[in-house]
């Protein structure tokens, strides 16, 4: 299958801080990408769908300048975390056309 | 809008006998629905997908679901679990093709538990 994947896949940060997660498509280009957020043993929540040349959509109560997006080109969406608090501390997943990347543990102290 | 339910969040079976995962939908249109598996700490792997052609749906490691409209199912079985199928499988659905910008609706989960 198509392979996505994500940078980097561990991150620990200080509250305050803004953090970075990368996805990227390997073998295709995508012009949707998707973001979602994990909770330990819980199901994928949508967060934004990532369109390449244009805003991200947001799932209804995501903050949107609190994770940004950027889909950059047909291979790469960027999601950052800007001033990240404990709260924030979750497995974040992309996703392109049916496929997933590895995932981000993001940790916030 | 439309919305898997998954039968079951812990489902137990010994090594070699049959794997039955349940998932029913919900959807105003004709859905696209799909299997994923997923280990500790790593992202979802898909094992198959219904895309309106053939009802019954063959994927990796020897799993595969039958569409059902008039029960509106789509059930994950393997013949004959591995210990290795021990993990969380997650039912999704979504109104048109994900490569066309249209996103997964995710069931909450069904954790497999293998025993010897």
């Known amino acids: 299958g198509a392979v996505v994947s994500q940078h980097p896949s561990r991150v620990i940060c200080k509250s305050g801080t803004s953090v970075k997660i990368e996805c990227r498509s390997l073998d295709f280009q995508a012009t949707t990408m998707f973001w979602y957020r994990q909770f330990p043993k819980q199901s994928l929540m949508l967060m934004a769908t990532?369109?390449?040349?244009?805003?991200?959509?947001?799932e209804q109560g995501v903050e949107k300048d609190k994770f940004l997006i950027n889909h950059a080109s047909l291979t790469l969406s960027t999601l950052t975390v800007t001033s990240a608090h404990p709260e924030d501390s979750s497995f974040y997943i992309c996703s392109a056309n049916a496929y997933f990347g590895p995932g981000t543990r993001l940790t916030v102290l | 809008a439309q919305s898997v339910t998954q039968l079951g969040s812990h489902v137990s079976v010994s090594e070699g006998a049959l794997v039955l995962l349940r998932c029913n939908y919900s959807s105003s249109v004709p859905p696209y629905l799909f299997w994923y598996v997923q280990y500790p700490n790593q992202g979802l792997q898909l094992l198959l997908k219904y895309t309106s052609a053939a009802t019954l749906v063959k994927g990796i490691n020897g799993f595969e679901a039958e569409f059902k409209k008039s029960e509106t199912s789509f059930h994950l079985t393997k013949p004959s679990a591995h210990m290795s199928d021990a993990a969380e499988y997650f039912c999704?659905?979504?109104?048109?093709?994900?490569?066309?910008?249209?996103?997964?609706?995710f069931g909450k989960g069904t954790s497999l538990l293998v025993t010897p």
């Open positions: 990532s369109n390449e040349g244009s805003k991200a959509t947001y």
């Open positions: 999704a659905v979504s109104v048109g093709e994900v490569d066309s910008g249209y996103a997964l609706n």
